[in-house]
Structure formats: C-alpha cells, structure tokens
C-alpha cells in the first residue's frame, strides 16, 4: 500500500536503476545540507487555534496573479522523462488535474512544445538555465514564450557542477554511457528498462535534454556544443535584468537564501524568488530553508511572490513554508517518486495525497484557508528529540 511519501519513495527505489534513483534521491557531498534542510522542518511547530467552528477549508490561493485550487507547484527536475516514458507529459497531466501549475526545466527530455500539445490546458511554466552561448538561450526563450508558458524560474544556484560523488561511482551521467555498470543496473531493473529505456530506443534514440541542439548527441560534434550550452558560471543580476527586459511574462529567481539577494531580486523586476537549497543537491554547506524563509518573507513579501521549496515531504511540512511566509511551495522529488511508483496515475495520487494531508492538518489547526496560516503566531522552532 502506498500510504506516505515515504511509501512512494521505496516503490520508485525498487522499480528504478540504482544510478537514477540516486540521482534523484540523494544530495551532494556528505549529504548535510539534504539532512539539515530535513531537520529544520521537522524542528518547526504549528500552533492550532482550537474551536474554531470552521466546518471546511479552502486551500486555493492567488500566485501572480492566477487563482489557483492549491499552493502547489510541481518544482522543475531535470531528466522527469527517465522516470517513466514520457515522464515530463505524464507530470504535466497530472498536475493539470489538479489545476496544480508544472515547471519545465531546461533538461527536460520532451520539449516544452511537446509537452504543451500533449497538455493544452496546463497551467506550464519554465525553467531557465542559462547557456554560455547567449544566442542558443535567446533561441529556446523565444520557443518557450510561443509555447505560452505563464511564468519563467530563471535558477540562480546553479553556476557549477555540483559534487555528486555517487553518481561517478554509479556511473549516471547525460549524455548516457552504456558502460557495464549501467548496463549491468538496468538488466536488474527490467521494468524500466523494456517501459522506459526500450521504448524510448525503439522511438529514435536513447534520451537525452531535448532542449539542447541536436548535435549534443552526436559523439563527433559534441565538444563544440557541449561548451555552447554549459551553464554560465558567470550569471549575474545584469542577466535577470536583460531577461526581464526580453521575457513579457512572471520573471522568477530560485535558489535565493539571503535577504540581500531577495532585495536585489525585487530590485531588478522580479515578480517573485524561490527560496530553496536546491534539494540539497548542489552546496553542502547552504543554510536550510526554513531558517531563512522568514526574514526574507517580511524584508520582501509585500512587493514580491515568495515560493519555497526543498524537503517537502508531507503536507505539513507545505503549510509549515505557508506558516513562515512563503505564498506557495515546490515539490521536487515528491511527484518523481509518484512518477516511477505508478506513471501518471502515480504522479497525480501522491499530488492528490498531499493536499489531503494538507487539508486535514488545516483542519487541526483550525485555519479556514492559507491566509490564515501566514501568521508569526501559529508557528515555532523547537528542538527535534
Ligand atoms: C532529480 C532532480 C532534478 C532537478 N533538476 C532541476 C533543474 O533542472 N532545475 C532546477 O532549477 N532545479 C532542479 N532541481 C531542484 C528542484 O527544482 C527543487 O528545488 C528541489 O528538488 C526541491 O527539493 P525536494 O526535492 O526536496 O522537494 C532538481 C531536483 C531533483 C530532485
């Protein structure tokens, strides 16, 4: 039975190979940053207000702009089309359903026109890494805006290639290698390898970042190219202003963990940031979420969108972000998990098994709806046992 997150995560572990399961599970280095951001929401406390007489909840709010049925975004993860075929569409689908906005990121494996046709109605945003080659960036922000996606998450945390010291030993990496312990990983998950990796093979070729120019798969031209779209290392808040001057719709900068930065944000024009540690994928050594949200919230939450994300593991851990001052929170590995444990229907029942979870605690608290939980007075840090 698929109960819990915690339930989803051991069914995508056993039906994955081991290589992308921990691409998609773990952190970078000694795994501190991963266990701190976990530690730092287990630490904070909701105060109900009991008798409250509320007889329902509305967990719907408004995020730039848009009312939406939840305070839910599906959170951009690179290669969500290795989990399952099609995985990108499959996400988008099922978040659609749930009127649950999805973010496409830069690595995705199915392009965003794709995903638009196969979800015409999805609330889509996407994500931006940019590119050394400026041109090529220009390119796909001009494909992304024809694909009529409302927002662009422009990630600022990104500017090195993180230390993944499991994925060399387990041999993960894109464009993929089919070295023996790959091949060796994939023969004992046959699941995956004849419903995912075979059709995809079957279809023209072994996936890879659909976004990337065609050449980045080819062996030959793949030097040149690789450079052309390696991220810049070099990205500055002139570049969030020059893509505020190209980009007509909501401009967003995730991965910001300092009220400095949050002001520099509002500063250039953003409408919103996304306050994250990235997962605890990138840096080591990065304050959690939790413990910066709230300054940062009260220095900026009244001329900017504040999101969270990072750790989210139950609904509670959603409304704890709420509680703290952030407007809505991503889900990165969550619906990854849904996704490998049963495809779009998995996706979209532990969606669906969140915003219950959120609801019942709302329920406890005695909050009629998100705004009431913004408040410095519902919530606390206490020390974990
Ligand atoms: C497998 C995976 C791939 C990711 N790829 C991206 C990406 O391409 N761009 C990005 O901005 N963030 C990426 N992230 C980070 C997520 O957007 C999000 O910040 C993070 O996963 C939130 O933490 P959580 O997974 O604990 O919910 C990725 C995360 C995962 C787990």
Not at 62 to 68: A, E, H, I, P, V
Not at 82 to 89: C, I, K, Q, S, W
Request: proline share 5%.
């Amino acid at each position: 039975m698929l109960l819990n997150a915690a339930d989803y995560r051991e069914k995508a572990r056993r039906r994955l190979p081991r290589g992308l399961f921990e691409y998609i599970d773990r952190g970078t280095e000694d795994e501190q940053a991963l266990t701190r951001l976990r530690g730092s929401l287990d630490a904070v406390t909701l105060r109900p207000s009991v008798l409250s007489g509320h007889a329902s909840r509305y967990i719907g709010t408004t995020l730039f702009g848009r009312g939406l049925p939840t305070p839910l975004v599906v959170a951009p993860t690179a290669l969500a089309g290795l989990v399952a075929h099609d995985g990108e569409l499959k996400l988008a689908r099922a978040a659609a359903a749930l009127g649950i906005p999805f973010c496409v990121s830069t690595q995705s494996v199915t392009t965003i026109e794709v995903i638009r046709r196969a979800a015409p109605d999805a609330a889509l945003w996407f994500q931006l890494y940019v590119w050394r080659d400026r041109a090529l960036t220009a390119d796909l922000l001009k494909r992304v805006r024809a694909s009529d996606c409302e927002c662009l998450v422009v990630t600022a945390d990104t500017q090195m290639s993180p230390n993944r010291e499991y994925n060399q030993r387990n041999g993960f990496g894109i464009p993929f290698k089919p070295i023996v312990r790959n091949v060796a990983d994939m023969a004992v998950h046959p699941g995956w390898l004849l419903g995912v990796m075979l059709r995809y093979v079957l279809a023209g070729g072994v996936p890879t970042y659909g976004h990337y120019p065609p050449e980045f798969r080819s062996a030959i031209t793949r030097a040149s190219v690789a450079d052309a779209v390696r991220l810049r290392t070099d990205l500055s808040w002139d570049d969030v202003k020059r893509l505020r001057d190209e980009w007509p719709g909501k401009l967003i900068v995730k991965g910001v963990l300092s009220v400095e930065d949050a002001k520099l944000a509002d500063g250039v024009g953003a409408d919103g940031i996304v306050v994250s540690a990235h997962g605890g994928r990138n840096l080591d050594c990065l304050p959690s979420p939790a413990s910066c949200l709230p300054a940062i919230a009260e220095a900026v939450g009244d001329s900017m969108v504040v999101l969270a994300d990072s750790g989210v593991r139950r609904g509670t851990d959603a409304l704890k972000y709420l509680a703290m001052g952030a407007q809505g929170v991503m889900l990165g590995r969550l619906p990854l998990w849904g996704l490998a444990a049963g495809g779009e229907e998995g996706a979209r029942a532990i969606l669906s098994m969140m915003l219950r979870e959120i609801d019942t605690a709302m329920g406890f608290l005695g909050v009629e709806n998100i705004a009431a939980l913004r408040n410095p007075a519902r919530w606390s840090v206490e020390a974990v046992n």
